[in-house]
């Protein structure tokens, strides 16, 4: 059984960075793509940022690029989203995803985590 845990979540002020991370256990980590989602308050989930198994490969929403970036550990069997000059409209609870088969994806994913709350105060 695979199972993911984020942890890194927290409250800040506008313009400070976070850095979440995501262990899997369960299966060979680095057979996934993997991929960070989120979710604030009345809306629903969105892509924020994927990576390949390789980590040859990544891919950003519109709306984080330049200021989140992901990574993996594929010893450490863990995905990092480390996210700088946050926002307000960060807000958000923050899942990691896995991803079987395939390249990365900004929408299929096998396996969530439960999510990690992020509070970005103005």
């Known amino acids: 059984q695979v199972q993911l845990v984020e942890s890194g979540g927290g409250l800040v002020q506008a313009g400070d960075s976070l850095r979440l991370s995501c262990e899997v256990s369960?299966?060979?980590?680095?057979?996934?793509?993997m991929g960070w989602f989120r979710q604030a308050p009345g809306k629903e989930r969105e892509f924020v940022a994927a990576?390949?198994?390789?980590?040859?490969?990544?891919s950003y929403a519109a709306f984080v690029k330049g200021r989140f970036t992901i990574s993996r550990n594929n010893a450490k069997n863990t995905v990092y989203l480390q996210m700088n000059s946050l926002k307000p409209e960060d807000t958000a609870v923050y899942y990691c995803a896995a991803r079987l088969s395939g390249g990365i994806s900004t929408t299929s994913y096998d396996y969530w985590g439960q999510g990690t709350q992020v509070t970005v105060s103005s």
């Open positions: 369960g299966r060979t980590f680095s057979t996934y793509a």
């Open positions: 990576i390949s198994r390789s980590s040859s490969t990544t």
